[in-house]
T-cell receptor
Framework: AQSVTQPDIHITVSEGASLELRCNYS??????LFWYVQSPGQGLQLLLK??????LVQGIKGFEAEFKRSQSSFNLRKPSVHWSDAAEYFC????????????FGTGTRLKVLA | EPEVTQTPSHQVTQMGQEVILRCVPI?????FYWYRQILGQKVEFLVS????????KSEIFDDQFSVERPDGSNFTLKIRSTKLEDSAMYFC???????????FGQGTRLTVV
C-alpha cells in the first residue's frame, strides 16, 4: 500500500542547532516527493520538491532534502534553525500512476528553543 | 504571486446543515483538489477534479459530498448534511498540469456542533 511515514511526531531543537526531519515512503513506482510547512493557522507552503535528477534538492528558507532510493527516504535538513522555523512539517508523495494526488505523512511538529 | 484563495476561513455549522466551502484556484491551473485534515491527524485526499469531472475520489468522499466548478474561477465543496466527524480543516489545491507541485489554499476550518 502507498504510505508516507514521519516517525517523529514532535522534535525540539535549540535555535542555531541543525535539524533533520525524517520521511520514509512506500510507493511502487518512482515517486514525486515534497516537503510542506504549515505554521499555526496557516495553509501549506511548499518548501521543496523532488521529481528527478540531482538527489539533493534545495528549497526555500535554507532547507534541503536528500532523496535516497535505496532507503525509500526523503529527509529534510537545515544546518541552523531559526525560531521562525517552528511549525509543522509534512512530507508528501505525489502519485505517478493512476490519478495524480498527494499522500501525506502524519507531520512533525518542530519546536525551537531560544 | 498567484495563490489559491479559500473562503470562509472558519465556518461553524449545526449538525445536519449543508455547507459550501469555496475556493478560487490559480487562474491557469487545470486540476483541482480537496483535502482535509482532522485536528491532530494527517492531511487526507478527498477528491480530484479535471475538465468538469471528478477524476478520483477517496472513501471519505461519500454521497454527502459533492464538488462543482460553477464558473470559470470558483471550485466548491458541498457537504449536504454535516456530521460531527466532518469537523476538520479543508484545503483546496490546484495544479497547472499533472505531476507538478500543488498549490494549497489557507484552508477552511469547519466546526460542526
Amino acid at each position: 500500500a502507498q504510505s508516507v511515514t514521519q516517525p517523529d511526531i514532535h522534535i525540539t531543537v535549540s535555535e542555531g542547532a541543525s535539524l533533520e526531519l525524517r520521511c520514509n515512503y512506500s510507493y511502487g513506482a518512482t515517486p514525486y516527493l515534497f516537503w510542506y510547512v504549515q505554521s499555526p493557522g496557516q495553509g501549506l507552503q511548499l518548501l521543496l520538491k523532488y521529481f528527478s535528477g540531482d538527489t539533493l534538492v534545495q528549497g526555500i528558507k535554507g532547507f534541503e532534502a536528500e532523496f535516497k532510493r535505496s532507503q525509500s527516504s526523503f529527509n529534510l535538513r537545515k544546518p541552523s534553525v531559526h525560531w521562525s522555523d517552528a511549525a509543522e512539517y509534512f512530507c508528501a508523495v505525489g502519485t505517478t500512476s493512476g490519478t495524480y494526488k498527494y499522500i501525506f505523512g502524519t507531520g512533525t511538529r518542530l519546536k525551537v528553543l531560544a | 504571486e498567484p495563490e489559491v484563495t479559500q473562503t470562509p476561513s472558519h465556518q461553524v455549522t449545526q449538525m445536519g446543515q449543508e455547507v459550501i466551502l469555496r475556493c478560487v484556484p490559480i487562474s491557469n491551473h487545470l486540476y483541482f483538489y480537496w483535502y482535509r485534515q482532522i485536528l491532530g491527524q494527517k492531511v487526507e485526499f478527498l477528491v480530484s477534479f479535471y475538465n468538469n469531472e471528478i477524476s478520483e475520489k477517496s472513501e471519505i468522499f461519500d454521497d454527502q459530498f459533492s464538488v462543482e466548478r460553477p464558473d470559470g474561477s470558483n471550485f466548491t465543496l458541498k457537504i449536504r448534511s454535516t456530521k460531527l466527524e466532518d469537523s476538520a480543516m479543508y484545503f483546496c489545491a490546484s495544479t497547472i498540469q499533472l505531476n507538478t507541485e500543488a498549490f494549497f489554499g489557507q484552508g477552511t476550518r469547519l466546526t460542526v456542533v
